[in-house]
């Protein structure tokens, strides 16, 4: 595997300089190995972790996932639909599911009336799209690995010990 | 009559030395509040996995809170059988041959206890873990340490052990990968040393409580060659593969009557581990190995980082094939290891500690822990790095 891509999996979010003294490789180098992912398209880019709801402007941003179903179709199945509804700028992330419903779709708004707009009048409308339920979400426990507000005690190791 | 209160301080005590440690310990809490990076530590950095502290959680949900039979929860012993024939390829019975105990340190202390009359003679590699020595002497019995060199890696060899060794030695304690040289043996140097022990009928107290933190090969154990097992007491813990210091727990393997002679000592001194503390090891070992492995995955990127850096910085250092500790020597720098510990932490704030406290042949060297993220250990050895390049005061 890509050395690099090896300690971007950890998750950590070390720099460019960082990363070339942990893996053993000039800077030069591992930004090279980044070009390669890019190139290769499994480093798609870089986004932070944020707790939205510490931020006053943007404490009332929403969020929702919709669980929708969809018609397949002949050829295609469920892909020409479900990457027209991904390319919106609300959706945040798009799956395809097995079970009940066949999209997934996790939403983004700055207030509910937004969030619910784009539902009833973009997702919901486009032909193909049969049903819609939409969930919103109430409080985040944990974003992508990162615990929010808990109070995860600061670390009482000794400085010195046998 | 004399009214100073150590009159009562037995005299075995009194004249055990200060630990090395503690003085440092003392120097670096004077420091409190300057961003000192430490890499003085001897523990991991991470927390203890959450599924084992959820496990301990649930066991007092349920009310776990008794003491547990002498030996410790079956079920624990009968899961620590299994990982130990598993890893180390050596097989106890759960019902009489594995005793579980509060952490490696009781497990060395009972053995001790239950092995040495006063004045046997209890041979131990040096640089070794602060505690063997002293609680060598606490039994009244007396240490006889045996030398591990920078040139062999700090492997332990034969050679001096058979130099070293005299009259009247009865026990060994081996501690590899060893804290804190990092010093490992390969199969071939065991097995001479397993020959030398056999040869002299030592009784060897294997300590391996880095065994899981092996980056290159695997781990052998001494118990698992030929012979070896009925004169091996294996002892093992929690507290670094599976990040459980705090737990405080770990176990005995061995032959049923030594296991029993240390189950004597343990009934009366500590009648049984914490039953929490057993509930959450029981979950690391039948769920905890991907993290272990996880952890393992970092140290060794971490244990890179550091001896490459140190080597770079002109601090020689061997890589140490396991434990998180490297070793390197100071010798280059024209310090000695106590000025460059305490120039060191003063000048650039970073805390390792003086090789010389874990025994006389630590002397010219320090020992860092690499137990710390990898921005941390960048900067450490960045400051490392100024220190050793700015004119010495
Ligand atoms: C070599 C060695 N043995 C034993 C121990 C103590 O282990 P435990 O936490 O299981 O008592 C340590 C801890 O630093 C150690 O380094």
């Given at each position: 595997m890509n050395p690099v891509l090896k300690l971007l999996l950890e998750g950590g979010s070390l720099t460019t300089a960082q990363i070339a003294q942990v893996a053993g490789l000039s800077v030069s180098e591992v930004e090279q190995h980044l070009e390669q992912l890019k190139k290769d398209k499994i480093l798609l880019g870089w986004r932070p972790v944020l707790d939205l709801s510490r931020e006053a402007a943007t404490a009332a941003t929403v969020r929702a996932v919709i669980e929708v179903k969809i018609s397949p179709e002949r050829g295609g199945g469920f892909n020409r639909l479900a990457e027209r509804l991904a390319r919106f700028d609300e959706v945040e992330s798009c799956y395809?599911?097995?079970?009940?419903?066949?999209?997934?779709?996790?939403?983004?708004?700055?207030?509910?009336?937004?969030?619910?707009?784009?539902?009833?009048?973009?997702?919901?409308?486009?032909?193909?799209?049969?049903?819609?339920?939409?969930?919103?979400?109430?409080?985040?426990?944990?974003?992508?690995?990162?615990?929010?507000?808990?109070?995860?005690?600061?670390?009482?190791?000794?400085?010195?010990?046998? | 009559m004399s009214n100073d209160p150590k009159r009562w301080v037995a005299g075995h005590v009194a004249a055990l030395p200060k630990s090395g440690i503690r003085d440092f310990f003392e120097l670096v809490a004077k420091m409190k509040g300057q961003d000192v990076i430490s890499l003085g530590v001897g523990e991991p950095d991470f927390v203890t996995p959450w599924n084992i502290r959820e496990a301990a959680i649930f066991a007092l949900e349920r009310g776990k809170t008794y003491y547990t039979s002498n030996l410790g929860m079956i079920e624990l012993r009968r899961a620590i059988s299994t990982y130990v024939t598993e890893h180390f390829g050596v097989d106890y019975r759960p019902e009489d041959q594995v005793i579980v105990t509060v952490g490696v340190s009781e497990a060395l202390d009972l053995?001790?206890?239950?092995?040495?009359?006063?004045?046997?003679?209890?041979?131990?590699?040096?640089?070794?873990?602060?505690?063997?020595?002293?609680?060598?002497?606490?039994?009244?019995?007396?240490?006889?340490?045996?030398?591990?060199?920078?040139?062999?890696n700090f492997a332990l060899t034969a050679e001096a052990l058979r130099a070293a060794w005299q009259p009247g030695c009865k026990v060994l304690m081996l501690n590899l990968p060893c804290n804190p040289t990092g010093g490992t043996c390969d199969r071939v140097q065991l097995e001479a040393i397993a020959a030398f022990c056999r040869e002299k009928d030592l009784l060897v107290l294997s300590d391996e409580i880095y065994s899981e933190l092996t980056f290159e090969g695997t781990h052998t154990s001494i118990a698992s060659l030929p012979g070896m097992a009925e004169r091996t007491i294996f002892l093992h813990g929690f507290s670094k593969a599976f990040a459980m210091t705090g737990w405080r727990l770990g176990y005995a393997c061995g032959p049923a009557a030594l296991i029993d002679a240390m189950m004597k000592v343990h009934q009366y001194t500590m009648l049984c581990a914490s039953i929490i503390a057993q509930e959450a090891a029981l979950e690391a070992l039948t769920r905890g190995w991907d993290s272990v492995l996880m952890m393992r995955e970092q140290y060794h990127r971490r244990r890179d980082l550091v001896v490459r850096r140190f080597n770079e910085i002109g601090l020689k250092c061997h890589s140490p094939r396991g434990s998180f500790y490297a070793f390197p020597s100071v010798a280059a720098t024209g310090r000695n290891e106590k000025d460059f510990a305490s120039g060191l932490l003063l000048e650039q704030k970073v805390a390792v500690v003086p090789g010389s406290a874990f025994g006389d042949n630590g002397v010219g060297h320090v020992r860092a822990c690499f137990a710390t993220s990898y921005e941390q250990l960048i900067v450490a050895c960045d400051r490392i790095e100024r220190f050793v390049q700015a004119p010495q005061k």
């Open positions: 395809l599911m097995s079970g009940g419903y066949d999209l997934l779709v996790f939403v983004k708004g700055a207030s509910l009336q937004k969030v619910a707009g784009f539902v009833s009048e973009k997702l919901s409308t486009i032909e193909g799209v049969l049903s819609t339920s939409t969930h919103f979400m109430l409080r985040c426990y944990k974003d992508q690995g990162f615990l929010l507000d808990v109070g995860e005690a600061t670390t009482t190791r000794l400085n010195v010990a046998p | 053995a001790l206890r239950a092995f040495c009359n006063p004045g046997d003679k209890v041979m131990f590699h040096q640089p070794c873990y602060v505690s063997y020595h002293p609680s060598i002497s606490l039994v009244h019995a007396q240490g006889v340490a045996v030398p591990t060199f920078a040139k062999d």
